[in-house]
């Protein structure tokens, strides 16, 4: 058949890689009218024709609540998305999603979880606590948010190959792997003196000389400052 034999409405994937089996499927899993839910567990969909979704494929609903999912459209460069339908991932959601792009709609107001689109990606939501094991993959870039805070639970396992820009907060162990990088927020101090040797200026006429001293320090001593 066109379509991988994946169980398609309601149904909670665990453990699975569906690929495509023809080119002219629509999505590896998924189809036109079908409703997809994600809620948990390893799923990798990648459509391997020219033009088609890894999930979705027109479905009139795709939810993505848990999970580490990875998901790739079609090769053609006009093709949909990795994800493509009425896209959605709960007001609580928890997956860490990997996709080439998303096509359909979507409502970023309500978005929980980990997304990674193209090559950046964002936490949304401001706690998110992954429910299965997941990586970061290699030239991908994830922002935390101030305010927003990524939870590993023990018995998780973490491994970042990319680069995260913490602005927010990381409870939990996330393991650097394949030059992955987690870069923190730094500390600026800056002075203004009248001579090198550091007394203050109470102001500064056009034309005067003065002195500005910054001193950058790093938030982890084993982790780059980029601010």
Do not use: C
């Not at 998924?30 to 809620?39: E, K, L, M, Q």
């Not at 979705?56 to 848990?66: D, L, M, P, V």
């Amino acid at each position: 058949g066109d379509q991988a034999d994946v169980p398609l409405p309601e149904q909670r994937f665990g453990q699975a890689d569906a690929v495509d089996a023809g080119s002219s499927a629509e999505a590896a899993i998924g189809g036109d009218s079908v409703t997809v839910n994600i809620s948990g567990g390893v799923v990798t969909a990648a459509y391997t024709g020219s033009n088609g979704a890894g999930i979705g494929g027109g479905a009139n609903s795709i939810t993505i609540s848990g999970g580490f999912v990875t998901a790739t459209g079609g090769s053609h460069s006009n093709s949909v998305g990795g994800i493509d339908g009425n896209f959605s991932t709960t007001t609580q959601g928890n997956a860490v999603i990997v996709t080439d792009k998303i096509t359909g709609q979507v409502d970023e107001s309500s978005l929980s979880g980990i997304i990674i689109v193209g090559w950046e990606g964002q936490l949304y939501g401001q706690n998110v606590t992954p429910t299965d094991d997941f990586t970061i993959p290699r030239n991908k870039e994830l922002t935390i948010l101030e305010g927003s805070t990524l939870t590993i639970k023990d018995g998780i396992t973490a491994i970042n190959e990319g680069t995260i820009y913490k602005y927010g907060a990381i409870d939990g162990t996330i393991t650097n792997g394949n030059d992955g990088t987690i870069l923190e927020k730094s500390s600026i101090t800056v002075s203004v003196s009248g001579s090198s040797s550091g007394d203050s200026i109470p102001e500064a006429l056009y034309g005067d000389s003065f002195y500005v001293n910054a001193v950058v320090g790093k938030a982890d001593k084993n982790r780059a400052a980029y601010e």
